[in-house]
């Protein structure tokens, strides 16, 4: 089972800032955080990761809690190509193969 | 990713029938993985590989084998395909565990009537 909850869908306007949060309150001391997001029939595609201080790259901006509790990945001018599904992962890097997607949060960016 | 292709992309084949599919790589990673997605369960590791020849099974690995033998090929087979294996699959590559982040194939929709 995936190790994170997220909402099933969210908005957002065109031009907007998207917020999207996850939980992920069993994560343990060297789990990472990661996001990627899959627009339609297309495969997933890495956004960014962080383990506990806030992260920003050219897509997007990564805030994670203090206690690592939670985390909001941040679209900060979201456009209609950002509507995709974001999935938020927790993965220890010293494992192969724990990598789990679960369902993920399906965004859509409205004109 | 361009240095990613996934072959045949669609393909529809009769139950009882083996069917491979083929993930090609140009970035030299040595990791690579192969993942189903189907609806409602989001994507699952299937098999995975950490180097030529070295592969090791993921959560849904039953009627699945795969083979590794050079670095760029990886290739997934069903040796005899059944409805529910009906299924997006991507493959992916990667630096491994210690850089985390996986890059996908574009998919390959398989029918399996």
């Known amino acids: 089972d995936a190790k994170t909850t997220q909402p099933p869908s969210m908005d957002c306007a065109e031009g907007r800032a998207a917020n999207l949060p996850c939980n992920h309150s069993?994560?343990?001391?060297?789990?990472?955080v990661y996001w990627y997001r899959q627009i339609h029939s297309q495969g997933p595609q890495y956004i960014i990761h962080?383990?506990?201080n806030n992260e920003t790259n050219e897509m997007a901006s990564l805030i994670i809690t203090e206690d690592r509790k939670s985390s909001t990945l941040i679209l900060p001018h979201a456009t209609l190509r950002d509507t995709a599904v974001y999935y938020c992962?927790?993965?220890?890097?010293?494992?192969?193969?724990?990598?789990?997607f679960g369902p993920g949060t399906s965004l859509s960016v409205i004109p | 990713d361009a240095g990613i292709t996934q072959s045949p992309r669609h393909k529809v084949t009769e139950t009882g029938t083996p069917v491979t599919l083929r993930c090609h790589q140009t970035?030299?990673?040595?990791?690579m993985y192969w993942y189903r997605q189907d609806p409602g369960h989001g994507l699952r590791l299937i098999h995975y590989s950490y180097g030529v020849k070295d592969t090791d099974k993921g959560e849904v690995s039953d009627g699945y084998s795969v083979s590794r033998s050079k670095t760029e090929d990886f290739l997934l087979t069903l040796e005899s395909a059944t409805s529910s294996q009906t299924s997006v699959y991507f493959c992916?590559?990667?630096?491994?565990?210690?850089?985390?982040?996986?890059?996908f194939g574009p998919g390959t929709r398989l029918t399996v009537t």
């Open positions: 962080g383990l506990k």
């Open positions: 069993t994560i343990s001391g060297n789990e990472y």
């Open positions: 970035e030299n990673h040595r990791y």
């Open positions: 992962i927790v993965w220890e890097k010293t494992s192969y193969d724990k990598v789990i």
């Open positions: 992916a590559t990667g630096g491994g565990p210690l850089t985390g982040e996986q890059y």
